[in-house]
């Protein structure tokens, strides 16, 4: 029985060979008769004929006297064949190391799959090879070396999955890829634009990730929020282009909106704090001096910090003394009620129905 690769019989790869004995036989042109024309043995010819040597670029061209066909037709012919060939060979020599992988990665795959950046019927060998070619990698288990080898080394904590990560960081490139935006990154038009972000939390759910995107795009950058997965706990990358415009890529992995709008906030500030040497990947549990600059810009930019402190003196957290707040301050109650929490002025379960959940995904 032919051996298959997914449906497909070896039988079907047709050697180059093929063709040239059936125009042998349409010319009723005997094997030693080409020999004697290209100048090489019958054997060679033979050989040929039937699928044992290659068609080189030389012998392509004394075809290409002695039958009057193109050389390049029995080049691309042989490249063609060769293709084939180590297309089904390679199917065939997957290993399950990498079978192993592709489960790892099931949960990632099948959203690029829905987003069509893979097939959505391909599955298995097939399945590994496109995966490959999405990541730039001949093979899956090469993600891990790839990911150390670069300028920008991938977190290894503990709760970090090498080839989710990986995998996530080529999806958040992909789906930024062909976005068009007209100018260069402009810091100072992201300032203008912030009291027209904040509003925007006023706004209904369906409407806040297109308004950013055309907000961020008049300053020069590309915005979009991807799903989060787990092993992969980032909550924002930041990315120059050549171009001059810069990515900004959110995630939603805790989907209240006080929790969003500070994540969105840290992310800005890491821009107008001059962060971004080339690219940051923003771990949630990233420390450091300039994830506390950037901490503090978006408390800021989201409340005034003078007004803030005078608030918290008073000692007053009821609801009411709350929502007055807010409407003076024009933001949303669930936005201080998140900084009490996190400040433990509150405990996480108080006011909870004032607390708003996004799904932006």
Not at 82 to 100: G, R, Y
Not at 354 to 359: A, D, P, T
Request: charge should be negative.
């Amino acid at each position: 029985m032919a051996k298959k690769m997914n449906g497909l019989s070896r039988e079907f790869i047709i050697h180059p060979g093929e063709t040239l004995k059936e125009i042998l036989e349409d010319r009723r042109m005997s094997q030693r008769e080409l020999a004697i024309r290209t100048d090489v043995t019958e054997a060679h010819i033979s050989s040929v004929v039937n699928g044992q040597k290659a068609i080189s670029v030389a012998f392509a061209k004394k075809l290409e006297y002695a039958l009057d066909i193109d050389a390049v037709f029995w080049i691309n012919l042989q490249a063609n064949y060769d293709k084939e060939l180590a297309d089904f060979e390679e199917l065939n020599e997957i290993s399950d190391e990498e079978l192993e992988i592709l489960n790892r990665l099931k949960s990632i795959v099948e959203y690029l799959q829905q987003i069509r950046l893979l097939e959505q019927e391909a599955c298995g060998p097939i399945l590994v090879t496109q995966l490959r070619k999405l990541l730039n990698v001949s093979s899956l288990i090469l993600i891990p070396q790839v990911s150390q080898s670069g300028a920008y080394r991938l977190a290894t904590a503990t709760n970090v999955d090498q080839y989710i990560l990986f995998t996530w960081l080529r999806m958040c490139d992909l789906i930024v890829k062909n976005l068009q935006i007209e100018r260069e990154l402009d810091i100072d038009m992201l300032k203008v634009k912030i009291p027209l972000i904040k509003d925007l939390m006023f706004e209904d759910v369906t409407i806040i990730q297109p308004r950013l995107k055309d907000y961020l795009a008049e300053c020069g950058i590309k915005f979009s929020i991807v799903k989060h997965f787990r092993g992969a706990p980032v909550q924002g990358v930041i990315k120059k282009n050549d171009d001059g415009t810069l990515n900004l890529l959110m995630t939603t992995r805790r989907k209240f909106a006080d929790i969003f709008w500070f994540t969105l906030f840290h992310e800005i500030g890491h821009i107008v704090n001059g962060d971004i040497e080339d690219k940051l990947i923003d771990y949630d549990f990233a420390k450091g001096e300039s994830e506390d600059r950037a901490d503090k810009f978006a408390a800021n930019t989201l409340i005034d910090a003078n007004e803030y402190d005078s608030f918290v003196r008073k000692k007053d957290f009821s609801l009411p003394s709350i929502k007055k707040f807010c409407a003076d301050q024009g933001i949303p109650p669930f936005i201080l009620i998140g900084r009490l929490q996190r400040d433990k002025h509150l405990n996480y379960h108080q006011y909870s129905t004032e607390k708003v959940r996004y799904e932006l995904e």
